[in-house]
């Protein structure tokens, strides 16, 4: 199985490489939700994951931040699906 994974930079400008975890297409709003991990963990020593709004652009993923509180509600219950599925 081909892991994919994109380059991102962290608020320091720092290079990050990037986990994909999962991607969803949301038909209602017509948009495309990631899901990711830079592989680094909590104060409780789980997995962080993060998700966002995306465009891939080529071979290239384009993070795009996430301002509206429904596409925030999409992306939350995205990632609890994701965790109620690895259980």
Do not use: P, W
């Not at 409780?44 to 993070?63: R, T």
Request: with cysteine; glycine share 4%; proline share 0%.
């Amino acid at each position: 199985m081909n892991e994919l994974k994109f380059e991102t930079q962290d608020k320091n400008g720092n290079r990050v490489i990037c986990d994909v975890i999962a991607t969803y297409h949301d038909d209602n709003t017509n948009k495309d939700f990631i899901v990711y991990t830079d592989k680094t963990l909590d104060e409780n020593n789980k997995l962080k994951l993060y998700y966002s709004l995306y465009k891939k652009e080529g071979n290239n993923i384009k993070l795009i931040d996430i301002t509206d509180i429904n596409d925030k509600k999409i992306g939350l219950e995205l990632i609890k699906q994701l965790i109620n599925d690895i259980r």
